[in-house]
Nanobody, 123 residues
Framework: QVQLAESGGGLVQAGGSLRLSCVASGRSFSTYAMGWFRQAPGKEREFIATITPLGSTADYSDSVKGRFTISRDNAKNTVYLKMNSLKPEDTATYFC????????????????WGQGTQVTVSS
């Protein structure tokens, strides 16, 4: 069993940056692919970024590619999402998730989820 806890959300002006963190408790963090998803009010949860268990490969949605960077520190059981050049449309609740697969963009392939952290980008 893995428990995930996100932090680092907040209010930021357009063009600004934030770094989200997600700390995992439980064993075998380094065997899980980790992903970030987000959900805006009235919208479905969407894929943002994913990274393989050892951090060698990452994948991004087109909406954030070039602006967001996912990374992980397995020694700290932590995955990060660095968000640059934020836009008002990035406003959402951001969730981290863990999957037993090597890498995935698919929400249904993630077994473990955090509670989310709110990111609000003002114009």
């Amino acid at each position: 069993q893995v428990q995930l806890a996100e932090s680092g959300g907040g209010l930021v002006q357009a063009g600004g940056s934030l770094r989200l963190s997600c700390v995992a408790s439980g064993r075998s963090f380094s065997t899980y692919a980790m992903g970030w998803f987000r959900q805006a009010p009235g919208k479905e949860r969407e894929f943002i970024a994913t990274i393989t268990p050892l951090g060698s490969t990452a994948d991004y949605s087109d909406s954030v590619k070039g602006r967001f960077t996912i990374s992980r520190d397995n020694a700290k059981n932590t995955v990060y999402l660095k968000m640059n050049s934020l836009k008002p449309e990035d406003t959402a609740t951001y969730f981290c998730a863990g999957s037993v697969r090597l890498i995935s963009r698919t929400m249904g392939e993630y077994e473990y989820w955090g509670q989310g952290t709110q990111v609000t980008v003002s114009s």
